[in-house]
């Protein structure tokens, strides 16, 4: 593998895992949930159909990132969790149908 094919999978990895569709679709639900716990989001829950989209936003609703290096990379990745949310719809409408709105918050019996 060459050296230009590895820091572009690196870099394709590292922007996938930051992307609020990729976090909403691929990980379990209770991971979600405690991120954007940590995060302080102040949504309770959000629909899993372009739930990337409604990740991004409920990250930019948090309260100030300190840093104030995360609102870039929100902003980078609105329309690519659009594109990726688009892509991924048939099965999204099919776990919102089965399962519902992806809980935030704990519910009685999580813990």
Not at 37 to 58: E, H, N, V
Not at 88 to 109: A, C, D, F, M, N
């Amino acid at each position: 593998m060459t050296i230009k094919k590895a820091v572009t999978l690196g870099a394709f990895s590292w922007v996938l895992s930051g992307c609020g569709s990729a976090l909403t679709v691929l990980q379990d639900d209770a991971d979600v949930a405690r991120d954007m716990r940590k995060q302080k989001t102040y949504c309770q829950s959000i629909s899993r159909i372009y739930s990337g989209l409604a990740y991004d936003f409920c990250v930019l609703n948090a309260p100030p990132d300190p840093s104030g290096y995360l609102v870039p990379f929100v902003l980078l990745d609105l329309p690519l969790s659009g594109a990726f949310d688009t892509v991924v719809l048939p099965y999204t409408i099919y776990r919102q149908v089965t399962e519902g709105h992806l809980s935030i918050y704990w519910r009685k019996g999580d813990y």
